[in-house]
């Protein structure tokens, strides 16, 4: 038997006119989310995430209209990541005293990680601005603030929330995101958290 024997070369398959059109399609979103945070929105262009993910002006054309639905796609892609672990650990909580323990840890976590909030934050203060904030956004943050507010429902007496799901999340989100809260004012979002939820809960 030969010492050394010869390696049939193996070939990858190729990818389907799909599968390369959805990796081409997350590149630019992958790439779009490090330019944003590099260059902050405003500073960020087609032209530069179209190159960092080795693609031409046309190529991202190709996949969206707009540096806009870029931003919403990156936004709803994290809320989808985020939404379903906040519902699971709230319904998984054996107390409302445990609940509220998650969510003002989770406040706390969030705003010590603003980089990304930050230029969600600009972009859509720059959409407002110049009228290109429309619906979609709108009612991403709703459907999904509703349905973390639902999740808390059964933590309140009579199941009976001190105002509408989605104003509940928000404010959460607001304490948690809000770079006033979290740095300037020296005091901690995780414990504003607590001090409201626990005020809610005990005027329910």
């Not at 989808?80 to 706390?108: C, G, H, N, Y």
Request: charged letters at 25%.
């Amino acid at each position: 038997m030969p010492l050394f024997m010869k390696q049939a070369k193996i070939t990858k398959p190729r990818l389907t006119r799909v599968e390369s059109r959805a990796l081409t399609r997350q590149k630019l979103l992958d790439c779009a989310q490090s330019v944003f945070l590099r260059e902050g929105y405003s500073g960020a262009t087609i032209e530069e995430i179209s190159a960092e993910a080795g693609y031409t002006r046309g190529a991202f054309y190709a996949h969206f209209k707009s540096k806009e639905d870029v931003l919403l796609e990156i936004i709803s892609s994290q809320a989808d990541k985020v939404t379903p672990i906040l519902i699971e650990r709230i319904e998984a909580a054996s107390s409302p005293s445990a609940m509220v323990e998650f969510l003002s840890e989770w406040a706390q976590e969030r705003s010590q990680t603003q980089s990304l909030s930050f230029m969600m934050l600009e972009a859509m203060q720059q959409a407002q601005r110049s009228g290109a904030l429309d619906k979609r956004y709108a009612a991403l943050f709703n459907r999904n603030w509703r349905s973390v507010g639902e999740a808390m429902r059964p933590f309140f007496p009579d199941q009976r929330l001190p105002c509408t799901a989605e104003e509940l999340v928000a404010i959460i989100v607001a304490l948690s995101y809000n770079p006033v809260v979290s740095g300037a004012s020296g005091h901690k979002a995780g414990r504003l958290v607590e001090l409201v939820l626990a005020a809610f809960l005990k005027d329910a």
